[in-house]
Antibody
Framework: EVQLVQSGAEVSKPGESLKISCKGP????????IAWVRQMPGKGLEWMGS????????RYSPSFQGQATISADRATSTAYLQWSSLKASDTAKYYC????????????WGPGTTVTVSS | SYVLTQPPSVSVAPGKTARITCGGD??????VHWYQQKPGQAPVLVVS???DRPSGVPERFSGSNSGNTATLSISRVEGGDEADYFC???????????FGGGAKLTVL
């Protein structure tokens, strides 16, 4: 069964760094893009960016460029989303999802990782 | 940047047909995908490429796309269809994914 397995909920303080993960067993991880999607409490879906693990090509939404970093490790079929200095406004649920190409639908979604940033 | 506009809410009686729209400039020239998100759950793909239904999605879900409006239709609506519905495209001018703001479907 194709699935995306995300790391557990995190509670951090403003200014701290954080890295969350998304592991993709059950399919050729290097042949699909992995996107990260933010959902703030009670709000809609926001695309942060996508990475192609096959060659690490990465595209960011202008809204998130420079705010967080997307990476991937082909050897472990894992994608990552990391922050160097969290803000309270980063409090949200973060989903990873896969899509076959630019125009393709996001057909498999992880359960999401809740990140809470509070002093 | 490309903008997708959805009504914040749509209400429908059980057994009727719900139509959820997604407006965008010349959206008919793009492939539109639709996702259903129930409270506390991850989104689920219900229609891809304007009108294709993934395996396991009931035939009651269908999509169309023309001109400046794409539409997700849900026939014979049931209480279990209550959810938020999001449309999504790839904007080839900016090379970015774009989501609509989402529409909350309420079954009366």
């Amino acid at each position: 069964e194709v699935q995306l397995v995300q790391s557990g909920a995190e509670v951090s303080k403003p200014g701290e760094s954080l890295k969350i993960s998304c592991k993709g067993p059950g399919y050729d991880f290097t042949s699909y893009w992995i996107a990260w999607v933010r959902q703030m409490p009670g709000k809609g879906l926001e695309w942060m960016g996508s990475i192609y693990p096959g060659d690490s090509e990465t595209r960011y939404s202008p809204s998130f460029q420079g705010q967080a970093t997307i990476s991937a490790d082909r050897a472990t079929s894992t994608a990552y989303l990391q922050w160097s200095s969290l803000k309270a406004s980063d409090t949200a649920k973060y989903y990873c999802t896969r899509h076959y190409g630019y125009y393709f639908a996001m057909d498999v979604w992880g359960p999401g990782t809740t990140v809470t940033v509070s002093s | 940047s490309y903008v997708l506009t959805q009504p914040p809410s749509v209400s429908v009686a059980p057994g009727k047909t719900a139509r959820i729209t997604c407006g965008g400039d010349d959206i008919g020239s793009k492939s539109v995908h639709w996702y259903q998100q129930k409270p506390g759950q991850a989104p689920v793909l219900v229609v891809s490429d304007d009108s294709d239904r993934p395996s396991g999605v009931p035939e009651r879900f269908s999509g169309s796309n023309s001109g400046n409006t794409a539409t997700l239709s849900i026939s014979r609506v049931e209480g279990g269809d209550e959810a938020d519905y999001f449309c999504q495209v790839w904007d080839n001018d900016s090379d970015h994914v774009v989501f609509g703001g989402g529409a909350k479907l309420t079954v009366l």
